[in-house]
Nanobody, 127 residues
Framework: QVQLVESGGGSVQAGGSLRLSCAAA????????MGWFRQAPGKEREGIAH???????AYVDSVKGRFTISQDNAKYTLYLQMNSVKPEDTAMYYC?????????????????????WGQGTQVTVSS
């Protein structure tokens, strides 16, 4: 059973930066697809950044050029570097891992393609 634990959320002013972390204790991240999703009140969960086992990444248009997904396999940790944040980035942020028993070669954008989720970390951006 995979346990994903997010951290790094908080309150920040527009234009500032945050780095979210997602720890997956003992899991070799490079074998799997992982992603960051967010959900604002009254809205559906949205996939924003994704990475596959070879390190290829994919982003939703609204965060391209501002957010960067990366992983440190030695630390079993996934990151989301958030720069130039905007009030519309305010949401609960979740990390997710896809483990179907095989290496994942293409970044997966759909929440339904992931089978493990963290508990979420809140990001609030003030104007």
């Amino acid at each position: 059973q995979v346990q994903l634990v997010e951290s790094g959320g908080g309150s920040v002013q527009a234009g500032g930066s945050l780095r979210l972390s997602c720890a997956a204790a003992g899991y070799k991240l490079s074998s799997y697809c992982m992603g960051w999703f967010r959900q604002a009140p009254g809205k559906e969960r949205e996939g924003i950044a994704h990475i596959d086992s070879s390190g290829r990444t994919a982003y939703v248009d609204s965060v391209k050029g501002r957010f960067t997904i990366s992983q440190d396999n030695a630390k079993y940790t996934l990151y989301l570097q958030m720069n130039s944040v905007k009030p519309e980035d305010t949401a609960m942020y979740y990390c997710a891992l896809r483990d179907l028993g095989q290496i994942c070669y293409v970044p997966r954008r759909n929440a339904a393609e992931y089978n493990y989720w963290g508990q979420g970390t809140q990001v609030t951006v003030s104007s």
